[in-house]
C-alpha cells in the first residue's frame, strides 16, 4: 500500500543551528490504518454536588471507574478540591473522594489544606497521586476515600518539588511529575524518593519554558513533555537527551497554543490538550501531525433532566440561535487514553468530560510496501 499525506512543513525550530532529529527510531511501532475518532460520549454537567465544577484530569482507576478532578472557587474561599467518581455510562457520582487533612481530620468545605490539586494518575492497585501546585507536595489517596498521605519538599533544585503540574506514571509505575516552576521534570519512586529528572529554563530546543504536562511512550519509553511557554511538545529520552521537537507555535492547523496535558497511546501517537486553541491536537510519533478535535458533545441526559424541572431556562433554550458553542471544548486542560482505544478530554470550560473513541487498524506486515517503495522518506 502507498500511502500519501498531505502534511505540515518541517515544524520551526528555537534554534535552527542545532541539528535535530525530527523521527525518532521507529522499531516497535506499528504502521496503523486510520479511521479517525469519534465522540463516545459526554460526561457531568455543571454541579458543585453530583457533577462537576472545575475539572482539570481524569484518572482510570483499575475498577472501572473514572476519577475526575475537580478544583473550583467557593464564595471567595480556598478552592473546593475533590475527585469525582464516574464511569463511562455517566453513572456515578454519590461517592466524591476528599484528601483529608495532615492529620487525618476531615477537611471544612471551603477551607481545605490541599487546595491546588492539578493532575491526577490512579496506579494499578487503586492509590490516587496527585500533585499540589501551591503545597509542593504529592497526596496518595485511595480511591476508596482513605488518605495514606503525602510527600514532598519544596525546592527548586534536582528532586524538589517546586509547582507540581502534570503527572504521570511509568510501566513500572513510578512517577515523573513536571515542576513547572523549576521548568524541570522528575522521576519519583511512589513513596517519593527521587530517581532522575532533566530541564533547564529557557527557549533553546533542549530547555523547557514552564512545562506542564509529560507522557511516557509506552513503546520506546520515552518521555514527552508539552513546553507549554514555549508552545512545543518535546521529547526527551530518560536521562535527559533531546530527541524530537513536534509541532510549532501558532493558531493554525496542527500548531501549538499553550499546551497542557498530554498522552501517548500504545500506537505512539501524541494526544496534546492545545488549551489556548480550544482544542485537542493529534500527532504519530514521527511528528506528523494527524487529527484534531473541537468538541462534539450534546447536552446528555443527566442535564437535560435537571433542565427540564426549569421551565424559564426551557423556554430560554428554546430561543438559543446556535448551539455550536455548546458543543465545543473550552480551554481544555488534561487529555488521557486508555487500552481500549478511548480518549478522555478534560474539557475544563464546559464543566464536562469528553470521551472518544479511536477506530483504527493495526496493518500486518504484508499489508504494508517495504520502505523503498514510499515515495517520501518520512513516511518509512
Given at each position: 500500500?502507498?500511502?500519501?499525506?498531505?502534511?505540515?512543513?518541517?515544524p520551526?525550530?528555537?534554534?535552527?543551528?542545532?541539528?535535530?532529529?525530527?523521527?525518532?527510531?521507529?522499531?516497535?511501532?506499528?504502521?496503523?490504518?486510520?479511521?479517525?475518532?469519534?465522540?463516545?460520549?459526554a460526561?457531568?454537567?455543571?454541579?458543585?454536588?453530583?457533577?462537576?465544577?472545575?475539572?482539570?484530569?481524569?484518572?482510570?482507576?483499575?475498577?472501572?471507574?473514572?476519577?475526575?478532578?475537580?478544583?473550583?472557587?467557593?464564595?471567595?474561599?480556598?478552592?473546593?478540591?475533590?475527585?469525582?467518581r464516574?464511569?463511562?455510562?455517566?453513572?456515578?457520582?454519590?461517592?466524591?473522594?476528599?484528601?483529608?487533612?495532615?492529620?487525618?481530620?476531615?477537611?471544612?468545605?471551603?477551607?481545605?489544606?490541599?487546595?491546588?490539586?492539578?493532575?491526577?494518575?490512579?496506579?494499578?492497585?487503586?492509590?490516587?497521586?496527585?500533585?499540589?501546585?501551591?503545597?509542593?507536595?504529592?497526596?496518595?489517596?485511595?480511591?476508596?476515600?482513605?488518605?495514606?498521605?503525602?510527600?514532598?519538599?519544596?525546592?527548586?533544585?534536582?528532586?524538589?518539588?517546586?509547582?507540581?503540574?502534570?503527572?504521570?506514571?511509568?510501566?513500572?509505575?513510578?512517577?515523573?511529575?513536571?515542576?513547572?516552576?523549576?521548568?524541570?521534570?522528575?522521576?519519583?519512586?511512589?513513596?517519593?524518593?527521587?530517581?532522575?529528572?532533566?530541564?533547564?529554563?529557557?527557549?533553546?530546543?533542549?530547555?523547557?519554558?514552564?512545562?506542564?504536562?509529560?507522557?511516557v511512550?509506552?513503546?520506546?519509553?520515552s518521555?514527552?513533555?508539552?513546553?507549554?511557554?514555549?508552545?512545543?511538545?518535546?521529547?526527551?529520552?530518560?536521562?535527559?537527551?533531546?530527541l524530537?521537537?513536534?509541532?510549532?507555535?501558532?493558531?493554525g492547523?496542527?500548531?501549538?497554543?499553550?499546551?497542557?496535558?498530554?498522552?501517548?497511546?500504545?500506537?505512539?501517537?501524541?494526544?496534546?490538550?492545545?488549551?489556548?486553541?480550544?482544542?485537542?491536537?493529534?500527532?504519530?510519533?514521527?511528528?506528523?501531525?494527524?487529527?484534531?478535535?473541537?468538541?462534539?458533545?450534546?447536552?446528555?441526559?443527566?442535564?437535560?433532566?435537571?433542565?427540564?424541572?426549569?421551565?424559564?431556562?426551557?423556554?430560554?433554550?428554546?430561543?438559543?440561535?446556535?448551539?455550536?458553542?455548546?458543543?465545543?471544548?473550552?480551554?481544555?486542560?488534561?487529555?488521557?487514553?486508555?487500552?481500549?482505544?478511548?480518549?478522555?478530554?478534560?474539557?475544563?470550560?464546559?464543566?464536562?468530560?469528553?470521551?472518544?473513541?479511536?477506530?483504527?487498524?493495526?496493518?500486518?506486515?504484508?499489508?504494508?510496501?517495504?520502505?523503498?517503495?514510499?515515495?517520501?522518506?518520512?513516511?518509512?
Open positions: 500500500m502507498t500511502v500519501t499525506a498531505n502534511r505540515l512543513p518541517p520551526t525550530r528555537l534554534d535552527e543551528a542545532v541539528p535535530l532529529p525530527r523521527v525518532p527510531h521507529a522499531d516497535g511501532y506499528p504502521t496503523v490504518f486510520r479511521r479517525g475518532h469519534q465522540l463516545e460520549i460526561l457531568g454537567q455543571r454541579l458543585s454536588r453530583g457533577g462537576f465544577k472545575g475539572p482539570t484530569d481524569v484518572a482510570i482507576g483499575p475498577d472501572g471507574w473514572l476519577y475526575v478532578m475537580n478544583r473550583f472557587p467557593n464564595e471567595g474561599l480556598c478552592p473546593v478540591v475533590r475527585w469525582v464516574v464511569n463511562v455510562k455517566d453513572e456515578g457520582y454519590e461517592k466524591d473522594v476528599v484528601p483529608a487533612m495532615p492529620d487525618g481530620k476531615p477537611n471544612d468545605l471551603g477551607h481545605e489544606w490541599l487546595n491546588s490539586l492539578q493532575m491526577t494518575v490512579c496506579d494499578s492497585k487503586g492509590v490516587l497521586y496527585s500533585a499540589a501546585e501551591h503545597q509542593n507536595v504529592v497526596v496518595r489517596c485511595r480511591i476508596s476515600g482513605e488518605t495514606i498521605g503525602y510527600w514532598g519538599e519544596p525546592g527548586e533544585g534536582p528532586g524538589k518539588l517546586n509547582g507540581p503540574t502534570g503527572i504521570c506514571l511509568d510501566p513500572d509505575e513510578s512517577l515523573w511529575i513536571v515542576n513547572t516552576r523549576s521548568h524541570r521534570v522528575d522521576h519519583y519512586t511512589q513513596d517519593g524518593r527521587w530517581l532522575g529528572g532533566f530541564g533547564e529554563f529557557g527557549t533553546a530546543p533542549e530547555c523547557l519554558n514552564y512545562p506542564w504536562g509529560v507522557a511512550d509506552p513503546i520506546d519509553r518521555i514527552v513533555v508539552s513546553d507549554w511557554r514555549n508552545d512545543l511538545l518535546k521529547r526527551f529520552s530518560r536521562d535527559g537527551h533531546l524530537q521537537i513536534v509541532g510549532r507555535p501558532g493558531h492547523e496542527g500548531e501549538i497554543n499553550r499546551p497542557a496535558g498530554i498522552a501517548v497511546d500504545s500506537h505512539g501517537d501524541i494526544y496534546v490538550a492545545d488549551r489556548g486553541n480550544n482544542r485537542v491536537l493529534v500527532f504519530n510519533h514521527r511528528g506528523m501531525f494527524i487529527e484534531s478535535f473541537i468538541g462534539d458533545a450534546l447536552m446528555n441526559e443527566r442535564a437535560m433532566n435537571k433542565l427540564l424541572g426549569q421551565i424559564d431556562m426551557v423556554r430560554l433554550r428554546d430561543n438559543v440561535e446556535n448551539l455550536d458553542r455548546e458543543k465545543r471544548l473550552k480551554s481544555p486542560t488534561s487529555v488521557r487514553v486508555d487500552n481500549k482505544g478511548r480518549v478522555y478530554i478534560a474539557d475544563t470550560g464546559r464543566y464536562r468530560v469528553q470521551i472518544y473513541r479511536k477506530w483504527c487498524r493495526v496493518l500486518k506486515p504484508d499489508e504494508v510496501d517495504p520502505a523503498s517503495m514510499h515515495p517520501d522518506p518520512e513516511l518509512t
